[in-house]
């Protein structure tokens, strides 16, 4: 269960929410609103281990994975493209995901899928090990007279467990989506969302805008999307 639907989760707890998960949104919630809330909030930020455990419910991580929880990928605070691969404040490296575009199932890689799983439990080996630096291009002078440096991400794919990437399969960085206030996103009308689409830009404003759609993945039908990279997810399941 995502804590971006935990409005959809079972019933009332004493969880306590936390700041790092959007505490101060869910205590500004309605009581009944909010105990659910705080249900998903819990759960997106549980360490899961592997099976089995004595740990009821907590189990069934891997066998391949990159993090323990959902909130090691998600943040609560949208970092920018630019401060994937270096440190936080908490010391840990901004998670940056290398997505797969290939001719395999669901668009990825034939082999790896969509995504490289750098973490494997005890007994199995991870897909392989991603490395993501930067490289300055040139500086460019700011109207303001200020130089800034611009940058391109050079990525690094080794130790790959099942040989080599696919031929014609692309890498590209990825940063994993904040789920903050998504729930309000669910929220808007389908109505209102085409209403504001603009492909052609008639309005003459020099913006163009698609409404997206997906498959829903519980009845297999087209739908309006509007969650995940580029609003190609349809639900929050």
């Known amino acids: 269960m995502c804590w971006a639907s935990a409005l959809n989760a079972a019933a009332p707890s004493e969880v ?3 700041d790092d998960v959007g505490g101060s949104m869910i205590d500004a919630l309605p009581p009944h609103d909010a105990a659910r809330a705080r249900i998903g909030a819990a759960i997106f930020a549980a360490q899961w ?13 891997g066998p391949l994975y990159n993090e323990t929880s959902c909130a090691g990928c998600h943040p609560s605070t949208p970092w920018p493209v630019a401060a994937l691969g270096q440190e ?8 940056a995901t290398l997505r797969l575009v290939g001719d395999g199932a669901a668009g990825g890689d034939p082999v ?3 995504q490289i799983q750098e973490r494997a439990v005890p007994g199995f080996r991870p897909e392989g090990r991603v490395t993501l630096s930067w490289i300055e291009v040139r500086q460019v002078e700011l109207a303001n007279g200020r130089t800034v440096g611009l940058r391109r991400p050079r990525i690094e794919v ?3 467990s099942q040989g080599p990437i696919a031929k014609g399969t692309v890498l590209s960085v990825r940063r994993p989506p904040a789920v903050i206030g998504l729930g309000l996103v669910a929220a808007i009308a389908e109505a209102d969302i085409l209403a504001g689409a603009d492909p052609d830009d008639r309005d ?3 913006i163009r805008g698609r409404a997206g759609y997906g498959v829903d993945p ?4 087209r739908q309006l999307a509007r969650f995940g990279w580029k609003a190609s997810a349809v639900t929050l399941a």
Do not use: F, K, W
């Open 16 to 18: 306590r929410s936390s």
């Open 218 to 221: 519980q009845t297999g039908t």
């Open 204 to 206: 003459g404003d020099g």
């Open 158 to 160: 080794e130790a790959l």
């Open 49 to 61: 281990i592997a099976a089995p455990n004595v740990s009821d419910g907590a189990d069934g991580l």
């Open 88 to 95: 936080r404040d908490a010391g840990a490296p901004v998670r």
């Open 112 to 114: 790896y899928g969509r």
